[in-house]
């Protein structure tokens, strides 16, 4: 279960490679929890990545994230957020997105670098 759970992030997470918009990273994170639940040697793998085991090494190290990192996912979700306002309009469910995304940008921005 944890593998599948694993591969299920890993595909998301390469699609969040492809198409903007859509974080990798997070999704990687993911299924380096899930495997290392239950395949701890494809977890090394994803560590050892060269592009995304870096990040993945730095948060497994105390939850840090790095400057450019926290730049790039407030900016994506600013730009979410008008997205949404300019399509939805203003309202109750924008609000609230708006809320969340200022919430968890927050939250980011306090990790450690």
């Keep these: 279960m944890w593998r599948v759970l694993g591969l299920a992030f890993v595909g998301l997470g390469i699609l969040g490679a492809i198409l903007p918009l859509?974080?990798?990273v997070v999704f990687f994170l993911l299924a380096a929890w899930a495997f290392g639940k239950g395949a701890p040697a494809w977890r090394q793998r994803l560590l050892d990545h060269p592009r995304y085991g870096?990040?993945?090494?730095?948060w497994a190290d105390g939850g840090r994230v790095s400057r450019r990192a926290?730049?790039?996912a407030v900016s994506a979700m600013a730009a979410s957020f008008l997205l949404s306002?300019?399509?939805i309009g203003p309202?109750?469910?924008?609000?609230?997105?708006?809320?969340?995304l200022?919430?968890?940008g927050t939250w980011l921005w306090?990790?450690?670098e």
């Design 91 to 100: 309202g109750i469910p924008v609000a609230v997105v708006g809320v969340v």
């Design 85 to 87: 306002l300019m399509t």
């Design 54 to 58: 870096p990040p993945l090494r730095q």
């Design 22 to 24: 859509l974080p990798s």
């Design 70 to 72: 926290k730049r790039l």
């Design 102 to 104: 200022a919430v968890v």
């Design 110 to 112: 306090r990790r450690p």
